[in-house]
């Protein structure tokens, strides 16, 4: 099992980007997956998390309105794009998802698997 997460890099504050995340090894089609953002010297947090289906999205408050995931299970793919970009969002970017069901999808035991992480810098 595999999250290849990719996308990250420098961005001015208000600029948009992208984060994609790959899923290899098992079909991720039944799976919750999900991000998780960790900044120098704080715990990991949770960004955002998609249903299987992709019918149903969670978000944290501090990206709600500003970040959009969405997946596309044809190619076992997660994505979240990510607009009005705040130097708070700089961080390293954690794909995750899970094969064990639970209830919730915000906390880092909600998950099995992380991919390794890819960078976001916003200046301002």
């Known amino acids: 099992v595999q999250l290849q997460a990719s996308g990250g890099g420098l961005v001015q504050a208000g600029g948009s980007l992208r984060l994609s995340c790959a899923a290899s090894?098992?079909?991720?089609?039944?799976?919750?997956m999900g991000w998780f953002r960790q900044a120098p010297g704080q715990e990991r947090e949770f960004v955002a998390a998609?249903?299987?289906?992709?019918?149903?999205?969670y978000y944290a408050d501090s990206v709600k309105g500003r970040f959009i995931i969405s997946r596309d299970s044809t190619k076992n793919t997660m994505y979240v794009r990510m607009n009005d970009l705040k130097p708070e969002d700089t961080a390293i970017y954690y794909c995750?998802?899970?094969?064990?069901?639970?209830?919730?999808?915000?906390?880092?035991?909600?998950?099995?698997?992380w991919g390794q992480g890819t960078q976001l810098t916003v200046s301002s």
């Open positions: 998609i249903s299987s289906t992709g019918h149903i999205t």
């Open positions: 995750v998802t899970r094969f064990k069901p639970r209830p919730g999808v915000r906390s880092v035991d909600d998950y099995d698997y």
């Open positions: 090894g098992r079909s991720f089609r039944t799976n919750v």
